[in-house]
């Protein structure tokens, strides 16, 4: 069977993107409970579909605000600290590439300026690209300018997995399935509903330390869901 245009053009950017990118991965486990547990009511109160990816996206805008080198790459210069024709730029925003299924294979529109919408924004807007991605009426400023990257297969069972870097950014999140697990809470076993959370990052822009710093952020964002309304 032979590939689709978009499956080959994906598939050549992200194996070059594997090749080139020094990628190291981490994970920590989030307590969505309160999350699960309000989602719905908000969908109703805000009259748009609130999704666990919106609260992602949210959350993702939020770290970044603390955590600014997550929208870092390595670009073409030259500074006086550094010769080898890279430099690092930051973005200006947080624009955050969602991966959606279609019948045509997988397209990734992008969320745009995220660090100045409420949730309610970033529901409305996912709702609309991920609307155009399956009717396959994507513009091309719809899949531009992304910054962080999100891939998210909760809906098909998948626990955990590790998604390679998009080639124009430096960093993707990747988001299990929602389980409940026992943990203790104040020296009781409760149980609670938990999601994996592991993010692939390139080490020749994020160092290790800041990107698990940025991942806690992430996991305290999401337990207190309140914060993201």
């Known amino acids: 069977m032979?590939?689709?245009?978009?499956?080959?053009?994906i598939g050549e950017r992200m194996l070059a993107s594997k090749r080139n990118k020094s990628s190291y991965y981490m994970e920590i486990k989030a307590d969505v409970?309160?999350?699960?547990?309000?989602?719905?009511?908000?969908?109703?109160?805000?009259?748009?579909?609130?999704t666990t990816g919106t609260f992602y996206i949210r959350a993702m805008a939020v770290a970044v605000k603390r955590f600014p080198l997550m929208v870092g790459r390595l670009v073409s210069g030259v500074s006086h600290n550094n010769g080898d024709g890279h430099i690092l730029q930051i973005a200006e925003n947080v624009n955050v590439g969602f991966a959606v299924n279609t019948p045509?294979?997988?397209?990734?529109?992008?969320?745009?300026?995220?660090?100045?919408?409420?949730?309610?924004?970033?529901?409305?807007?996912?709702?609309?690209?991920?609307?155009?991605?399956?009717?396959?009426?994507?513009?091309?400023?719809?899949?531009?300018?992304?910054t962080?990257?999100?891939?998210?297969?909760?809906?098909?069972?998948?626990?955990?997995?590790?998604?390679?870097?998009?080639?124009?950014?430096?960093?993707?999140?990747?988001?299990?399935?929602?389980?409940?697990?026992v943990v203790a809470q104040n020296g009781v076993p409760v149980v609670r509903r938990v999601v994996s959370l592991s993010l692939t990052a390139d080490q020749r822009v994020i160092p290790c330390d800041y990107a698990a710093r940025f991942l806690q952020c992430m996991a305290e964002e999401l337990n207190e869901p309140q914060r993201l309304i």
Request: overall charge neutral.
């Open 148 to 181: 962080i990257a999100l891939s998210n297969l909760g809906a098909y069972d998948i626990d955990s997995f590790l998604a390679i870097i998009p080639p124009q950014v430096s960093a993707i999140l990747a988001a299990g399935k929602i389980v409940r697990a």
């Open 104 to 146: 045509r294979g997988l397209v990734v529109p992008v969320v745009r300026y995220t660090e100045g919408l409420s949730l309610a924004e970033i529901a409305e807007e996912e709702k609309v690209l991920t609307d155009k991605a399956r009717s396959n009426k994507l513009a091309l400023e719809d899949i531009a300018d992304e």
């Open 33 to 50: 409970t309160e999350l699960m547990a309000i989602r719905h009511n908000l969908t109703r109160a805000l009259g748009v579909k609130v």
């Open 2 to 9: 032979p590939l689709t245009r978009i499956q080959r053009l």
